[in-house]
């Protein structure tokens, strides 16, 4: 299902604030892109004693995987934010809705960067699953997240339903079988209606003032320390921020924030009206690629590196 012609301005304006389109964004013409910040940081990480002995497209990928992992982590909480202030049903489980939210919303953007947040993000959950088989950690079935690798099948299955043709070879890579890509068409379908009609009631109209949404980083040290100043630069909580503020009316003003809190770690708290995105998640994230992207690719991986060099 294709953005109906209200949705449009508002998947522009998410659209532009990430690939960074001039005055369509709100930002002096011309502003570097969300991906030109990120290569950005990957060329200030070159002397870096991690990763001062990688190619500059080394690091650029390491980077464009710990954002995107954690862009798609941000806009899950916000999918929280939206549930809570919006007084949206949930038919089901609220984690599963939120990790919806956020796919949906970087596959209404439709560009190429989105569509690698995406891969990005689904790639870190079948790594994480995979770490938790090597380590022998015990699955949680009885908590309120889908296992690991159900959350990477349910972001492919909407990318595949979204455009079967365009994400066909995902699919076949991450052994997704053909009867399981057909239906993901009528999920997805299914999904963007869903979602669609019950924010349509909480778009914000043109003549509405934007409601406040702050944004904080908070210092970290040591190990933690890069991920701070990388986030800063690539505004990666103002960008969504931005974003959020013009498209929906929200009934009063929140706020965002990534600080260091002694675990890997992101919530929304209703009671202090914040989104808190953890340092320490993205370092995991850091640790997960290492671990198992760099040493031995993935074939969601190596597929996204091949599209990477296609474009």
């Not at 570097?32 to 650029?60: G, W, Y």
């Not at 959350?151 to 979204?162: E, H, N």
């Not at 600080?259 to 995991?284: H, I, M, N, P």
């Amino acid at each position: 299902m294709r953005p109906s012609p209200r949705d449009l301005p508002i998947c522009a304006m998410m659209g532009a604030l990430l690939v960074g389109c001039g005055a369509a964004s709100g930002q002096p013409s011309g502003s570097p892109s969300f991906q030109a910040r990120i290569e950005e940081v990957a060329r200030s990480l070159q002397n870096d004693p991690r990763l001062k002995n990688l190619a500059q497209q080394q690091r650029i990928d390491r980077v464009q995987f710990v954002v995107g992992n954690t862009l798609f982590v941000l806009l899950h909480e916000l999918g929280h934010v939206i549930i809570d202030e919006m007084k949206l049903p949930v038919l089901g489980r609220e984690e599963d809705a939120a990790d919806t939210f956020a796919a949906l919303t970087m596959l209404e953007i439709g560009t190429s960067f989105s569509q690698r947040v995406l891969m990005d993000a689904s790639e870190g959950w079948f790594l994480n699953g995979r770490r938790d088989q090597q380590t022998g950690t015990e699955p949680l079935y009885y908590g309120e997240h889908n296992l690991s690798e159900q959350r990477a099948y349910q972001i492919v299955c909407l990318m595949v339903g979204s455009d079967p043709a365009k994400f066909m070879s995902l699919a076949d890579e991450t052994n997704m079988p053909q009867s399981r890509q057909e239906s993901c068409r009528k999920d997805y379908a299914k999904a963007s209606r869903s979602w669609d009609t019950a924010l349509k009631p909480h778009r914000r109209a043109p003549d509405q003032p934007e409601t406040r949404i702050d944004v904080a980083y908070g210092n970290a040290e040591g190990n933690l320390e890069v991920f701070a100043r990388s986030f800063r630069e690539v505004r990666i909580l103002e960008t969504v921020a931005q974003a959020a503020a013009a498209d929906f009316a929200w009934p009063a003003p929140f706020a965002m924030e990534m600080q260091s809190c002694g675990r890997s770690d992101a919530a929304w708290s209703d009671k202090t009206r914040t989104v808190r995105v953890c340092y320490e998640l993205a370092f995991d994230f850091a640790q997960l690629y290492r671990a198992y992207v760099a040493a031995a690719p993935t074939p969601a991986s190596a597929s996204l590196k091949r599209k990477r060099k296609s474009k």
